[in-house]
């Protein structure tokens, strides 16, 4: 079993629809929990860091269900520059280690 | 602040060849570097962890006498990539561990083809 499994991809999207990434891991010791986004050829850049309670930026809106170790992102009014790679990231805190899930492709049509 | 780069980004290299990739932080010091490889539509899998001034600490399955990493100072980490072959063609990528809330920066990626 994978450490962090996030839904196949790749995700076809019009622009302006919602569209909901899905993450689960597997040890329930972790602590951090990121979402990166990873644009084709380039390197991971952090979107934004998941709250226990739930936290928005912008569009974009993550939540994190420790029962059930699952973490969610969702993207409301998607735009076209939205498409990319969405990774699911974990760290146990009792390190330093990131650990990756291995991403879903999404792809905004105009 | 908080910049990471890297040397070369984009580099081909002869079957047999060693390669050097620098990873560098800019404005900040990190005792601690992580290297990544990535292959074409997978993820980051990290290789080896690198500490200011002492050996790197090997994922497992990553030969370390094939990848030869060096931390020699608090800003700098470097990655050889020796007797390079085609498989080893990939994206690599370093991070420094930030000194504040223990995030990780990532450096713009280096892009290996081994022909």
């Known amino acids: 079993r994978k450490e962090v499994e996030q839904d196949p991809g790749p995700f076809n999207v019009p622009e302006g629809a919602t569209v909901a990434f899905n993450c689960t891991y597997s040890?329930?010791?972790?602590?951090?929990f990121f979402w990166y986004r990873q644009d084709c050829r380039k390197e991971p850049k952090l979107l934004m860091s998941?709250?226990?309670?739930?936290n928005e930026d912008g569009r974009f809106t993550a939540q994190l269900n420790r029962a059930s170790q699952y973490i969610s992102l969702l993207i409301r009014d998607s735009k076209l520059s939205d498409s990319a790679t969405y990774l699911c990231?974990?760290?146990?805190?009792?390190?330093?280690?990131?650990?990756w899930g291995a991403g879903t492709k999404l792809i905004i049509k105009p | 602040g908080a910049v990471v780069s890297q040397h070369p980004s984009w580099v081909i290299c002869k079957s047999g060849t060693s390669v050097k990739i620098e990873c560098r932080s800019l404005?900040?010091?990190?005792?601690?570097m992580f290297w990544y490889r990535q292959f074409p539509k997978q993820s980051l899998m990290l290789m080896a962890t690198?500490?200011?001034?002492?050996?790197?600490?090997?994922e497992q399955g990553v030969e370390k006498d094939k990848f030869l990493i060096n931390h020699a100072s608090l800003t700098l980490s470097t990655l050889t990539v020796t007797s390079a072959h085609p498989e080893d063609s990939s994206f690599y990528i370093c991070?420094?561990?930030?000194?504040?809330?223990?995030?990780?920066?990532f450096g713009p990626g280096t892009r290996l083809t081994v022909t």
């Open positions: 998941v709250y226990s309670s739930g």
């Open positions: 690198s500490n200011e001034g002492s050996k790197a600490t090997y």
């Open positions: 404005d900040f010091q990190a005792t601690t």
């Open positions: 040890n329930s010791a972790s602590q951090s």
């Open positions: 991070s420094a561990l930030g000194t504040v809330r223990d995030e990780q920066y």
């Open positions: 990231v974990v760290k146990e805190d009792s390190n330093y280690l990131l650990i």
